[in-house]
Nanobody, 120 residues
Framework: QVQLVESGGGLVQAGGSLRLSCAASGKISSINAMAWYRQAPGKQRDLVATITSGGSTNYADSVKGRFTISRDNAKDTVYLQMNSLKPEDTAVYYC??????????????WGQGTQVTVSS
């Protein structure tokens, strides 16, 4: 079993910054892609950013130039630096990881979510 624990959410004014962290622990051989998603009230869960084990990144158009995803492979941790935050960034942010287990198989895991609220 693998656990993803997120931290760093909170309340911030528009234009401010927050840094989210997500640490993976448990039966891990390696972690392939890691990602951040977000879900606003009444809306579907949307992809925000992804990062491969080699460090290649991809971003949703709505956050390009403002958010930066990074990871520390030694710590099995992924980060999301969020700058120039807007009220429309308000959502629950979820960490996602594709994990290769010591048992045969590759599994997809989710964190519990962390609330980000941006006030205008």
């Amino acid at each position: 079993q693998v656990q993803l624990v997120e931290s760093g959410g909170g309340l911030v004014q528009a234009g401010g910054s927050l840094r989210l962290s997500c640490a993976a622990s448990g039966k891990i051989s390696s972690i392939n892609a890691m990602a951040w998603y977000r879900q606003a009230p009444g809306k579907q869960r949307d992809l925000v950013a992804t990062i491969t084990s080699g460090g290649s990144t991809n971003y949703a158009d709505s956050v390009k130039g403002r958010f930066t995803i990074s990871r520390d492979n030694a710590k099995d941790t992924v980060y999301l630096q969020m700058n120039s935050l807007k009220p429309e960034d308000t959502a629950v942010y979820y960490c996602n990881a594709v994990v290769r287990s010591p048992l045969p198989g590759v599994y997809n895991y989710w964190g519990q979510g962390t609330q980000v609220t941006v006030s205008s």
